[in-house]
């Protein structure tokens, strides 16, 4: 797997100066990894983020995926400040559901990111974007352009204030 920062305020800089796909093809941007076999848990990625801050997140060959599961650490308490985790993909998808209990326990909305108060955000809040194009209007004129980050992602927060949405499943 690989992580790089993506903080909002160089998202930002990157697509004003229009250096947004240099940086996110940058290797050297990126952090790598390793899948581990061992346990606790088995057959997974394990690492720590720094709260307060936003990462880019995907599989070394770009893959698509059709199920990921996330578990929390139980040490994260209700205090810490978020983890923010965008995860891009190739395939045209429809939707991006996100359950907790592994997928047997609530769906939680899309959007939720956007809409909820950032105090009140909750491990599994997310939004999806599933847009190539956008709309620009200059001087009335509306126009079909190419979204600079090709946007087909979806972000997810990660926190401890609810001990029920510690297990997630990304389906």
């Known amino acids: 797997m690989k992580v790089a920062k993506f903080d909002e305020s160089l998202e930002t800089a990157k697509l004003a100066d229009s250096t947004i796909q ?6 050297a941007n990126y952090g790598i990894v390793p899948f581990k076999d061992l346990a ?19 599989w070394e060959s ?9 578990e929390i650490s139980d040490r994260w308490a209700e205090t810490d400040k978020n983890v923010n985790l965008v995860f891009n993909f190739t395939n045209s998808l429809e939707a991006v559901n996100i359950t907790t209990a592994y997928g047997s326990g609530d769906l939680i909305a899309n959007d939720t990111l956007s809409t909820v108060l950032a105090a009140d955000l909750q491990s ?7 847009t190539t194009l956008i709309e620009v209007t200059v001087e009335g004129n509306t126009t079909l352009e190419n979204d600079p980050l090709n946007d087909k992602m979806f972000e997810v927060v990660i926190n401890g204030k609810n ?9």
Not at 22 to 27: N, V
Not at 62 to 70: C, H
Not at 163 to 171: A, D, P
Request: hydrophobic share 25%.
């Open 163 to 171: 001990s029920t949405r510690n297990r997630l499943q990304v389906k």
């Open 124 to 130: 599994g809040d997310y939004t999806m974007r599933n």
């Open 22 to 27: 240099t940086y996110l093809k940058d290797e």
């Open 40 to 58: 606790n848990p088995n057959s997974s990625w394990t690492i720590p983020y720094i709260t307060n801050h936003r990462y880019r997140v995907h």
């Open 62 to 70: 770009g893959l698509d995926f059709s199920e990921m599961k996330i």
